[in-house]
């Protein structure tokens, strides 16, 4: 007769401890998603990054942990969708980034649609824009304080638009749209960051391609911007990324974030989060732990 194999209690606990501590394919189903849940099919998806080309933008970080910074109060305002599947999607966005930058130490972060209430801007150190844009005078009132106070901006793709009062928005955020009337193209972008190479927002950025939508002819003076970063449209250089600086407050505009894809790409992540670091004053490594995180890397 072959011997009963002997079982030990301490053989029991490890079995079910171990279970215990492994979640199921359920489990994992229901943890939250960092990344955009629905994909365009305008144009085909882009490849993934290697993790090499995310290492190399990485280099030279700084370690937040060694030298804490004081908490940054961070408020995403987004807005109605605009157009098709996996563009301008900016309800999905502004879930999933208030999920993402959640993540991050010594973080608080805040949403408000279609724009944020008075007491939602004075608790706020960067307030991020991704959504259909407007200028009036009302806007105005409620923002010129806000950079007045040293504090910071971020707009991203169409929330540039003036929608009339392009003039005084681009006094504020550099250069701004009306609507349909600037130059745009969808497609392929090669984005030359030598006009950056000196900011640490670009710090490692050198050519990066994305597929995403250019806007160009827009309101504005190019000379007067912190020029991060170009593509070529009609045969001339034209701004996708800068920033701005008004008093002591703080602009960084990204025209790229038509696709839902793009806010997956981990570069284009780690540009964007370098922005609202730096517009909202602090470095601009803190968020540095989220480049990855659900990205779309081989």
């Known amino acids: 007769m072959p011997a009963r194999p002997v079982v030990s209690l301490g053989m029991v606990l490890s079995v079910l401890t171990a279970v ?11 943890e939250p998603s960092f990344r955009m ?31 804490p910074e004081a908490p940054l109060r961070v408020l995403l305002v987004a807005g109605e969708k605009d157009h098709g599947p996996g563009e301008h ?7 999933v980034w208030a999920r993402l930058l959640a993540r991050a130490p010594r973080t608080e972060v805040d949403t408000a649609w279609g724009f944020p209430d008075a007491e939602q801007i004075e608790a706020s150190d960067v307030i991020v824009f991704y959504q259909r844009g407007r200028w009036d005078e ?4 409620a923002i010129d304080p806000h950079l007045a106070r040293g504090r910071g901006l971020v707009y991203i793709h169409w ?4 929608r009339g009062g392009q003039e005084a928005f681009a006094e504020r955020i550099g250069m701004a749209s009306l609507g349909g009337a600037i130059r745009y193209r969808h497609g392929l972008l090669d984005i030359d960051f030598a006009p950056g190479k000196d900011h640490p927002i670009a710090r490692n950025f050198d050519r990066v391609r994305w ?6 002819k827009l309101t504005g003076d190019p000379e007067k911007l912190d020029l991060l970063g170009t ?4 045969g001339e250089p034209t ?25 997956d790409d981990p570069l284009f992540r780690t540009l964007l989060l370098r922005g609202v670091a730096w517009a909202g004053g602090r470095g601009v490594d803190r968020f540095n732990g989220l480049v990855t995180l659900d990205a779309r890397v081989e």
């Open 20 to 30: 215990w501590l492994t979640p199921s394919a359920a489990c994992r189903a229901q």
């Open 37 to 67: 849940p629905v994909y365009s099919t305008r144009d085909a998806v882009p490849p993934p990054r290697t993790t090499a080309e995310v290492d190399r933008l990485l280099e030279g970080a700084s370690d937040p942990a060694a030298e």
């Open 89 to 95: 999607d900016y309800p999905n966005w502004q879930e």
């Open 138 to 141: 009302a806007r105005a009132a």
């Open 159 to 162: 929330a540039i638009d003036g």
């Open 211 to 216: 597929t995403d939508e250019a806007y160009w």
């Open 231 to 234: 593509s070529t449209e009609d």
């Open 239 to 263: 701004p996708q990324f800068w920033t701005v600086r008004r008093g002591r407050g703080r602009v960084f505009v990204s025209v790229p974030g038509h696709y839902a894809w793009t806010f």
